[in-house]
């Protein structure tokens, strides 16, 4: 039943969007800004209503009169902003009505959206409560009605068992205090909205809480004209022995008050709890036919190399949004085709969108818009940015924690960052040295992301090398460095069933050490092999590790790899070529994942034997630079595992 509620909706609300988008454009569609239109009518009923207050006389037997002299003595501006005032509040009710609507149609209230959707409903009664006290402060017959009725209500409660309507029962039981009391909720009230809103707008990434100047100005126009044809005026004064028969009713604030007497104050309890209780309970009501099994991925978004983890139920441009990238976006609602992205690799599901935002041809063509776009496998995208991201790559110091020499050649460098903290990555990411004149060195993490304690490198040393020469000769425990991180668009892809063939030249061991002790840790079962290629016996420096992991997992094997034997290795194993070894042993590579670690001239060489063999370049991944055609060659990583010289 609701889904079939939530596709008559999407269907009411798309054909509504066309025909706005055709009178007023994508950019200024009233449709596509109702929450920023609300928070704009928000600050009008603020401002006028603080001018009203300025001339408002709380008192039982002044409030009438000062409100009438307000409305007629100065028709040109206090009548003026009553009415803004008065058009403005109906106008917030129904563009946030709207707003929650839209989400609960377009099934944007789930997952991480909930705290969203709940706040939003207690922002929309907060609002009403707010209306509703509004249309008593006038203290004309409206006023009676609605004193009397919201009496009449609440006593219907056990905690107030018919005390509140005696306060109403003779005009002496209506006191000034009770107009100090009204005027105080109609100032606290608000404010509760406001603090609220700031809540609930804070959890949505660059939310707009203005709609574009031209929309403001169109909308601000219409009300002054509205308020100045059809003036809001009072009704007769109020009078407690006299019931009155006729009233004008607003069917924005108070809907409810006509069936609080066809009914009985208890049926109007349980209707407004009880549909309440269901918009609260919504994000969590089944079902959500036709949906995969939600989880929460991973995106790597390009040009910014930037590795995002996505919320359950997020879409592509809330999660780049979050993580301060800068994609471009105006509507957030699939009407104006601005935040259109290419999925270079993976799969998403795409939401209700307008069709002239995206078309078929570019839908064959990878593209999607990131606002209605869910992924449901881990996924690269590339897309223009609208300007630089706004999250730097972090900073952070830290202390040589301890050294220890691995082969001759190689140094095991452990990190401990200034305050014990941690540097969350991803397996396979890498960071950045930074040396005195700016400089930088790049080695990757060969941690594992959820083992506490140091970060561990491990640096190969370069003939002639800056830094790496000065980590053999001059570097100890204690010092101090600096390294920005974590970096890179290379990581292990936890999506899917394909085995994993692992590919180490050297210290390209480093992040594979890194990934495979997370799909240990994250229980990933499909099979993985690791074939690790080093010159002689002696370079393989860590070689009892993958021994140990073969024999504790059977899910994962290790084939070492000597290109140039000596004597005194007593080698029996595999020569060669590490990438010619799985060639020979893979004849057939489709359905299998590569992940090469190692030096450039080393993946070169390897990856289009691989593509030849039926390896898709989907499912190619390199830390030295990145293999598939679809990444240009300007944004190649060139990240040699061991470091730069």
């Known amino acids: 039943m609701l889904r079939l509620l939530q596709r008559l909706l999407q ?15 994508e950019r ?27 001339f408002f006389d709380t008192s039982v037997t002044g409030a009438y009169a000062s409100v009438e002299r307000l409305t007629h003595d100065q028709w ?53 409560a707010s209306g509703i006290n509004g249309y008593m402060l006038p203290w004309d017959q409206l006023a009676q009605f609605t004193v009397i009725a919201t009496a009449e209500w609440f006593d219907a409660l056990p905690v107030f068992n018919g005390l509140l309507i005696r306060n109403f029962l003779t005009e002496d039981s209506v006191n000034d205090r009770f107009f100090s009391l009204l005027s105080f909720l109609h100032i606290g009230l608000p404010l509760g909205v406001l603090a609220l809103l700031w809540i609930h707008t804070h959890r949505v990434p660059q939310a707009k809480t203005l709609p574009p100047n031209p929309l403001m100005a169109a909308l601000g126009a219409a009300l002054l004209v509205l308020s100045a044809l059809k003036p809001a005026l009072s009704q007769a004064p109020a009078d407690l022995a006299r019931t009155a028969t006729s009233i004008e009713f607003d069917w924005f604030y108070l809907p409810t008050y006509a069936l609080l007497y066809e009914w009985s104050p208890a049926g109007l309890w349980a209707l407004t709890g009880g549909l309440t209780l269901l918009a609260a309970l919504a994000p969590w009501l089944p079902p959500k ?9 991973h995106v790597l978004a390009n040009p910014d190399n930037r590795i995002v983890a996505m919320k359950e139920d997020e879409t592509l441009l809330d999660a780049c949004l979050r993580e301060g990238l800068a994609m471009p ?15 270079l690799h993976g799969e998403v599901e795409l939401g209700p969108y307008q069709e002239n935002a995206l078309s078929g041809a570019e839908r064959e063509a990878g593209q999607v818009l990131a606002c209605v776009a869910k992924p449901v496998s881990d996924v690269e995208i590339e897309y223009e940015p609208s300007g630089a991201s706004t999250r730097p790559v972090s900073l952070h110091e830290a202390r040589v924690a301890s050294m220890d020499l691995l082969a001759p050649d190689v140094m095991r460098v452990r990190l401990e960052p200034e305050g014990g903290g941690r540097v969350p990555f991803y397996a396979g990411q890498y960071i950045n040295i930074l040396l005195d ?5 790049a080695f990757s993490f060969a941690t594992a992301p959820h083992e506490p304690g140091p970060i561990e490198l491990h640096i190969r040393r370069v003939e ?11 570097m100890k425990a204690g010092d101090r460095l600096r390294f920005e991180g974590p970096v890179g668009s290379f990581f292990l892809r936890e999506d899917g069933d394909k085995p994993v063939i692992f590919v180490a030249g050297a210290t390209g061991f480093a992040p594979v050490k890194s990934m ?5 840790h994250a229980g990933i079962a499909r099979p993985m092999v690791l074939y690790w290629g080093t010159r002689r016996l002696a370079d393989m420096y860590l070689r009892e590790l993958p021994e140990r992991w073969a024999r504790e997992h059977a899910n994962f094997r290790f084939v070492p790899v000597l290109s140039e034997t000596g004597p005194d290795d007593a080698w029996e194993g595999r020569t060669g070529l590490v990438h010619e070894a799985i060639l020979a042993d893979y004849p057939d590579l489709a359905g299998h994942r590569i992940y090469a670690c190692g030096s450039v001239k080393m993946v070169e060489a390897a990856q289009p034997a691989f593509a030849k063999q039926g390896l898709s370049p989907d499912d190619c991944f390199s830390d030295a630079f990145k293999l598939a055609p679809r990444i240009h060659a300007k944004e190649a990583d060139l990240v040699r595992l061991g470091g730069r010289p």
């Open 329 to 343: 976006f105006d509507c957030r609602n699939g009407g104006c085709g601005v935040c259109k992205c290419t999925v």
């Open 437 to 441: 004149d700016g400089q930088k060195r």
């Open 289 to 297: 036919f036709g949906r995969r099994e939600l989880r929460a991925f």
């Open 76 to 128: 040109w501006a206090g009548g003026l902003l009553r009415s803004l005032h008065r058009y403005a509040s109906d106008g917030m009710v129904l563009t946030m009505a709207l707003h929650l609507l839209r989400h609960f149609a377009f099934d944007r209230h789930r997952g991480f959206r909930w705290f969203s959707w709940v706040s939003g409903v207690v922002v929309l009664w907060l609002v009403y």
């Open 28 to 54: 200024l569609n009233p449709l596509y800004h109702l929450g920023a239109l609300s928070y704009w009518l928000f600050w009008v009923v603020m401002a006028s209503g603080l001018y009203l207050y300025a």
């Open 11 to 25: 269907r009411l609300f798309l054909v509504a969007e066309r025909a706005a988008n055709a009178i007023f454009g």
């Open 464 to 474: 002639g090398g800056r830094f790496t020469t000065h980590v053999f000769t001059a």
């Open 516 to 520: 495979v002790e997370h799909a240990f």
